[in-house]
Each structure stands twice: as C-alpha cells, then as structure tokens.
C-alpha cells in the first residue's frame, strides 16, 4: 500500500513513539528525583546516579544501534514489497547484539571502581556509584533486547505496541522506585539508592518479556536463529558500526561534560544531573517526529517516492518545532517547581537554574538536529550521520567547552558547548537532505 504523508498518519506513529521514548529517561529520572530526595546522603546518592546514568545511557546508545538499522532495512523491504526476504535478519542482529552486550558487561564489572574514577567520582560518591552500577548493569541485556525488538516494530510501520511496553515499564519502575527506596514500614526497609537500581532492573526485566510475546503473537518475524546469515546482515553490521562510532563521539560529548561539571564540586554534578535528565526527556520527546521519519522515510524510499519524502521531511521538521514550542513554553513557566522535583539542596537547585534557561532556549536547534537524524536513520544513511557526529564533537562541542573554561565561563561552558554541537549537527543535515533529495524530486 503507498504511503499517504498527512498529519494523521504521522501523528499515528509520532505520537506512540514518543510515549514509548520518554520511557527510557523517565526510568533515570525517576531514580534521581527519588534519590535525590532521600534523606539520608541525598547530594551524594544525586551525583552516583547522573554519573552511573551518563555511563550505562553511553553503552546503551553505543549498542542499542542495531535498533535503528533493522527499522531501516524492514521499513525499505516492506515499502518495496519484499519484507519476506529479511524475516530472518532480526534474529541474527539480535543473537550477535546480545552476545556483544554480554561480553562488556562482564568485561565492565570487574573494572567498575576504575571507571568511574575516570568520571572524577571519589569517596562516598565513589562507593554509591559501584553500588548502584553493579544492580543496574544487569538490566543492560534485557534494555538492548527490547529496543531492538522496537526497532522491528517501527519498521513495520507500528509505534503503538512499543508504547505500551514502554507505559508498563515506566510505571513500574516508578512504583517500585517508591517501594524499595523508601521502604514499607514494617514490611520491607528502605535501601535508598541499591533500591533504585533494583526497581530498574525489574521493570527491564518485565519489558523484554513483555515485547518478546507480543511480537510472537502480533508479527510473523521469528526470532529463531537461522542459518545461512541473511543478505543483508552485511549491510547491517555495516550501518550499525557507523552508528556505533556515531555514538561513542555522542557520548564523548556527554561523558565530557559529566566529567568536567564532577570536577566542578558536588553541586555543579548535582545540578547538571537535573539538567541533563530535563535535556534527554526532552530529546526523546520531541525525537517522537524523528521515529515517524524513521519509519516512513524508509518506506516512502523503498517505494521510490521523493515527492513524499521531502513533503515527509517539511511536516515533521514544521510539526516537531510546535512541539519544541510548547516545550519551551513549560520550561518557562515551571522554571523552578522543575528543579525542586528532583532536590531539596538550595545550593544544587541555584546552581541548576543559573543554567536552565540555555538548556530551554537550545530546544529548536535540538528539534532540527533529532527529527532530521531519525529520518536519515530510516534512508540508511549512517555513513553521514557518523561524520556529523564525529566533526560536531570535536570540532564544535569540545573545542567550546574548553574554550568557554579558559575564559572562565565555569558551568556555563559546559552547556554553550551543547548549544554549539546541536547547531552543527541540525545545521549538516538540513545542508545534506536539501543537496542530495531536492534534485530527484526534480527529475521525478
């Protein structure tokens, strides 16, 4: 069936996929609004989850890729007319993603002290950190399992079911939250921030049961290993390596500037944890258009149909930027309750809402950058988004976070630099998609 490009069938996958992306920080916002309540070493059990967060989001971005290139493959055969010839490719993507996720989380929680001595964590901090990591990390597997079993789903066309594993996740992380952290008196003892990471752990747990029933009982993809390897495993591998590498410069950017605001003080790591869990929440907010891009972009390719992809590109960039909008809108109003959500530490909270504003204000760009990187994802154009990546980072972000610290910007540098690298990567695909699809709409 051709696809129709209109607010209703964009919005019929927007919609879902953005539900089911504000679930992932919703499961480490929930931890850190909790634990940085407590009171008991609030401030530090605050610090050990933003770092522990920015380390294990790192390795789920740096691994979780594979999602991304099976939604473009599927979504391009099925727009072509040919899903049945890669029916068994999830399978092996996902056997050999697995074992991947297998062999560093082993090869990670042996070293985990020395890892995040990298992070400038120390003390108790330090201690809080292995802690929380060595529960949570348990929880890696089942999170790339089922993000890549979202990724079939989004390239079937089919944002809705991942939505609601994604609802049941979050709920439950937030319950159990409550229940192991604070305790139940009489019943069970509070075990803070260990609790956290258990409540983590068992709502992964739940999800990647949950997703693996429904697509057996909702899809004819099998995820019965077979052999010989599919055709366009190749290619797989090769889109997921040049995202692999995209990621890990992404998550330079990120582990950077955990690194430097720890090195900051207590506060500024505090504030920046609160910052940084606003900033991601937002991200997979507003990436709801870019996961409509994904899916129909490769569609819309498959079928060979330039005329609806650039009107594709034009609503989701337009649609994405209202969202952004209103977002900003939010930021503004709630300013403060925001900050107070996730601490009762005056000075953690002055230090956040020193830098709020910019974390608000570089949402458009953030819209540009998140909704065009979905729709590349679904062209299978990971070649170029890598090379993005890799030149916004070093050449854009780390260059002005340095430079912003020599001058003596302190905290404030560290988040310039996020207004700098979000503009470069928004500003390369904009350039890219207009060189590379105006003409064949041209001749179409």
């Known amino acids: 069936m051709k696809t129709t490009v209109n607010l209703k069938n964009i919005n019929n996958l927007a919609i879902p996929a953005t539900i089911s992306g504000i679930a992932e920080p919703i499961l480490s916002i929930t931890d850190t609004a909790i634990v940085g ?27 979780g890729q594979t999602r991304s290139a099976i939604s473009a493959i599927i ?52 201690e809080y950190c292995v802690s929380y990591y060595s529960i949570r990390v348990w929880g890696f597997p089942l999170t790339l399992f089922t993000f890549a079993v979202f990724g079939i789903f989004r390239g079937l066309q089919n944002t809705f079911y991942p939505m609601l594993i994604a609802i049941i996740g979050a709920v439950l992380n937030i319950i159990l939250d409550f ?55 190749k290619r797989l591998v090769f889109m997921s390596l040049n995202l692999f590498v995209r990621a890990l410069a992404l998550n330079a950017a990120l582990i950077i500037a955990v690194r430097e605001a720890t090195a900051l003080g207590d506060r500024f790591i505090g504030a920046h944890t609160i910052a940084i869990n606003l900033w991601l929440f ?75 504003f910019i974390v608000i204000l570089g949402l458009p760009m953030n819209t540009l950058a998140f909704v065009l990187d979905g729709l590349f994802k679904g062209l299978g154009e990971m070649k170029y988004l890598r090379n993005v990546l890799l030149s916004a980072t070093f050449l854009g972000f780390v260059p002005a976070l340095y430079l912003g610290k020599y001058f003596g910007l302190g905290f404030y540098a560290i988040w310039i630099a996020f207004v700098v690298w ?17 003409p064949l709409l041209q001749n179409q």
Request: charged share 15%; aromatic share 14%.
């Open 37 to 63: 309540n407590i009171s008991i070493d609030g401030l530090e059990s605050l610090a050990a989850a933003g770092i522990v967060g920015s380390f294990l989001s790192m390795l789920i971005w740096v691994l």
């Open 75 to 126: 979504s391009q055969y099925l727009g072509a007319g040919k899903i049945h010839e890669v029916k068994d490719l999830p399978a092996q993507a996902i056997f050999f993603n697995i074992l991947l996720s297998l062999f560093i989380l082993l090869s990670t929680i042996f070293i985990v002290e020395d890892i995040f001595r990298l992070f400038e964590a120390s003390g108790k901090i330090l």
């Open 179 to 233: 229940i192991f952290v604070y305790g139940i008196e009489g019943v069970l003892p509070a075990t803070y921030l260990e609790g956290a990471a258990w409540a983590s752990l068992i709502s992964q747990g739940v999800m990647a049961i949950l997703v693996f029933f429904l697509l057996r009982a909702k899809t004819d993809i099998s995820l019965k290993l077979r052999f010989p390897l599919n055709k366009e495993l």
């Open 282 to 356: 937002s991200a997979f907010f507003i990436d709801g258009y870019g996961a409509a891009g994904n899916s129909m972009g490769g569609k819309l390719l498959g079928e060979k149909d330039y005329n609806g992809l650039w009107m594709l590109a034009k609503k989701i960039i337009t649609y994405g930027m209202i969202v952004s909008l209103i977002l900003m809108l939010a930021g503004f109003i709630f300013y403060y309750p925001l900050g107070r959500i996730f601490s009762n530490e005056q000075i953690v909270l002055q230090t956040f809402y020193g830098i709020f």
């Open 422 to 438: 979000m503009a470069i990567r928004g500003g390369a695909l904009v350039w890219k998609f207009r060189r590379k699809f105006r």
